[in-house]
């Protein structure tokens, strides 16, 4: 069974920085993208940032491009977001998602990007930015 944990979200302040993390366990971790997306209060699920654990591959979003890193500890199986410069329209709730790369479709970044495809989720790390 998968299972993906999330930590690290916290209040901050507008301009800060924090380190998510997305711990895993339940599948061989090179044969599955990761993903970030947000969500705040009451509004959908949007894609900020994703990796491909075979080649290294990465997208972001347009919006955290510049400000956002995504990275990955295989021996810890954790995958890592570096979020810097947090803007007062970025609080919400973080999520971790994975699929195995042999389920989904690769867009032609090679990294899936959008949330349908995706299959299983974390619970969520809640960030909050103070102006």
């Known amino acids: 069974e998968v299972q993906l944990v999330e930590s690290g979200g916290d209040l901050v302040q507008a301009g800060g920085s924090l380190r998510l993390s997305c711990t895993t366990h339940g599948f061989i971790f090179d044969t599955y993208a990761i993903g970030w997306f947000r969500q705040a209060s009451g509004k959908g699920r949007e894609g900020v940032s994703a990796?491909?654990?075979?080649?290294?591959?990465?997208w972001y979003d347009f919006s955290v491009r510049g400000r956002f890193t995504i990275s990955t500890d295989k021996d810890k199986r954790t995958v890592y977001l570096q979020v810097t410069g947090l803007k007062p329209e970025a609080p919400g709730v973080y999520y971790c998602?994975?699929?195995?790369?042999?389920?989904?479709?690769?867009?032609?970044?090679?990294?899936?990007?959008?949330?349908?495809?995706?299959?299983?989720w974390g619970q969520g790390t809640q960030v909050t930015v103070s102006s």
């Open positions: 990796i491909n654990n075979a080649d290294g591959r990465t």
């Open positions: 998602t994975a699929v195995s790369l042999m389920k989904t479709f690769l867009s032609p970044l090679g990294v899936p990007t959008n949330s349908f495809n995706y299959d299983s």
